[in-house]
């Protein structure tokens, strides 16, 4: 079979096989419920008081997308890459897969490859699912009409979508770098929850310290660090300079970590 037959197939088994998985689904579900509580919230007590986008979802509801998404970067969807991450490498160790996938004209390196890219449509997934349900149930909830952006300019309901699709997409950019973190460390045991505590852990430990001003010399190299970054994208004209600046650092760390996890899987030995 041609290499690039190999892959395609490999790559179609892998995203079948995550998809299919309950805990996955599980995870999405959960995602789906922040927009939908804040909603839900919002509609009982009548009070918009909280983070920002908060005090303008009773208005239009299409803000129930833009809070949803900022509730959710900081933890809960970390936590659900780091799950999907540190099990890419180890849980295919634990279950005593790892040597058959080897054995099949695949390579550790496509197989690196191929684990990266379902992480990768993991964190669109789940990125799209906080979006969706945010609009779904901003919209069954609240009126949607024209909505002013951070810049105090008013555009309408389609540009409003289109922002909330270009700020998913700013937060995927976003989470690539930490699932590439998520990978190397999933090469490093044959444990799947150790590699997944290890990396939610980090991702924890890196948001503190983005937020100790005494480091603010780290702060431009974490990689949680323009994650919240996306308001830039609610203004006329769109300020681009941030996502450009995340999607280099994000970048930055695929080719670290995602190079150190093949130097790592490259010498492991399989044992199951």
Known sequence: MPSSRVGLALLASEITVLFRRKRTWAMLLALAAVPVLVAVAVKITGSGRGPAFISDISENGLFVTFAGLLLAVPLFLPLTVGV??????????????????????????RLLIVKYIGIALFCLAATLTVAVAGALIGAALFPIGPTT??????????????????IALYVTVSLLGFAAVGLFISTLTDVPVGAMAATVVLDVAVQIADSLPQLDWLHPFLFSHYWLSFGDLLRQPIAWDSFASNAVL???????FGGLAYVRFSRKDILS
């Open 84 to 109: 999907v991450s540190g099990d890419a490498i180890a849980g295919e160790a634990s279950t005593g897969t790892l040597r058959y996938l080897l054995v099949a004209p695949a390579g550790r390196i």
């Open 149 to 166: 952006l951070l810049s105090g300019d008013t555009v309408g309901v389609s540009e409003a979508l289109g922002r909330a699709l270009l």
């Open 250 to 256: 994000q970048a930055g760390y695929i080719v670290v």
